[in-house]
């Protein structure tokens, strides 16, 4: 099993797991420029919180591994060029961009950094779990691809034409009956994968509500930070409430979502898509209140988590009248159940 120190100490170790990098939004919601692809010096610090020299240096010292993630720095035609595709208004002469592979590459250098140690962590065990779960025989290359439309459509001619047509050839032929018989039995066959995939993916499309509560979290843990927030945003309207705006970005100061209850109390939401093992910690509560408390003057505060949150963290919220939804309150949420405080 790779450990932490052999993932800081070796490139080779950290190229071969540069593929991962939604554990990125699953430890912490990652902000994007415009493009969607790709995040600036000053984006990665923020993500880390880590000042601006802690990146550059870090750049400065492995750059060619860096480069081979995908960072680069514009400068030039191509900086004007990316000006203009993006919509970035900027002055600067050059800038530095760093992808996901990129900022998950910072992440197994960067050692002063918790949510860079979360990463590392994270990534370690989904490794782990990768080397040590059985191998499961992927479903038929001619099914696994096809999405339900298509299943749908190949059922109907599989069942209406091909095999009406080979039981008139069957019955016609003497001399290739075994054959065509054969060829029937693997027609038929493959009808009923497509019909058992077709089912599946009609699971999978269906509203969370109406999924066992395990499949809920399931679900939640395989969004990015925007479908989190957008999913939390669904809650909130599904309960009553209304002017529901998710805030995204970097100038939504300190929250997530803002709302009104469906008695028009003010709402702020703070979002946190974070891995099960890890935990909401009592500087994140306080960083919150300011931001609910003073910056927004709210009447509902609400700090939305897929992880637990440790006992301090749950004392400053009770105290501060902050409502804590827990992974296990989200699941009930998420399921169904009514949050009280927006009642």
């Not at 870090?58 to 203009?84: C, I, P, W």
């Not at 039995?185 to 509560?213: C, D, W």
């Amino acid at each position: 099993m790779i450990n932490e120190t052999a993932l800081l100490e070796s490139p080779t170790l950290r190229g071969s797991v540069l593929d991962r990098t939604d554990v990125l939004d699953r430890v912490k919601a990652l902000s994007l420029l415009p493009d969607g692809m790709h995040v600036t010096t000053a984006m990665v610090a923020s993500y880390f919180d880590v000042g601006l020299e802690a990146i550059k240096s870090l750049v400065k010292d492995h750059r060619a591994e860096l480069e081979a993630s995908g960072y680069r720095l514009l400068t030039g035609e191509e900086l004007r060029s990316f000006k203009n595709l993006s919509g970035i208004q900027s002055r600067t002469r050059s800038l530095a961009l760093f992808p996901r592979r990129a900022i998950l590459n910072i992440a197994m250098l960067l050692r002063d950094s918790e949510v860079a140690r979360q990463v590392r962590v994270y990534l370690l065990d989904m490794e782990y779990l990768a080397r040590t779960q059985p191998v499961e025989n992927p479903p038929p290359a001619d099914t696994a691809s096809l999405d339900a439309h298509i299943d749908q459509r190949i059922t109907h001619i599989l069942g209406r034409t091909v095999v009406p047509l080979f039981n008139a050839m069957i019955e016609t032929s003497g001399e290739h009956r075994r054959e065509l018989t054969a060829l029937r039995a693997g027609v038929q066959r493959i009808e009923k994968r497509l019909q058992q995939h077709h089912a599946r993916l009609q699971r999978l499309e269906a509203p969370l509500e109406s999924r066992p509560l395990a499949g809920v979290m399931a679900a939640m843990d395989a969004m990015n930070g925007r479908e989190f927030e957008e999913h939390v945003a669904e809650l909130l309207r599904r309960d009553g409430c209304t002017d529901v705006v998710v805030q995204g970005g970097g100038r939504d100061r300190g929250i997530d979502i803002t709302a009104l209850t469906a008695d028009g109390r003010r709402t702020v939401v703070q979002c946190k898509r974070f891995a099960p093992h890890l935990s909401i910690t009592s500087p994140e509560i306080q960083k919150f209140l300011g931001a609910a408390k003073v910056l927004h003057d709210s009447e509902v505060a609400l700090f939305v988590a897929t992880c637990p949150f440790t006992r301090d963290a749950l004392n400053i919220a009770a105290e501060s009248g902050i409502t804590a939804v827990h992974r296990g309150l989200l699941e009930e949420w998420s399921a169904g159940a009514a949050l009280t405080v927006l009642e």
